[in-house]
């Protein structure tokens, strides 16, 4: 199992580990991988993307949101917000507030 991704930069294939990546947010037939300091673009699905890294590596956090755990700074009930150690505020959707409050305090999902 690879711990990243392979993705086009200017000067050719560039490696983002998993580690560097805070979240993972759909566009259309594409994803963004967001890290600290920039986005890479990468064609394939979220689905795919859940797939290859099942949790704990990344968490489904909204039909088009997966977020890394360890980027993961507090989670704001009242708007159901996460907001990561960056700074960035990533909605949870509806359907998967319950999954990730009992996965961040560490219950078993039921």
């Known amino acids: 199992m690879t711990d990243g991704f392979w993705v086009q930069g200017r000067e050719g294939l560039v490696r983002v580990s998993l580690e560097q990546i805070s979240w993972i947010e759909a566009a259309k037939d594409y994803v963004l991988l967001h890290t600290g300091n920039r986005s890479y673009i990468l064609r394939a699905t979220m689905a ?10 990344l968490l489904r956090v909204h039909r088009s949101a997966l977020v890394r755990p360890g980027a993961v700074q507090a989670l704001q009930t009242s708007g159901h917000v996460l907001i990561l150690t960056d700074g960035t505020a990533v909605a949870v959707g ?17």
């Open 48 to 57: 795919s993307i859940a797939e290859r890294f099942p949790p704990p590596a």
């Open 94 to 110: 509806p359907s998967y507030q319950r999954h990730t409050r009992d996965w961040l305090t560490g219950r078993s999902p039921t």
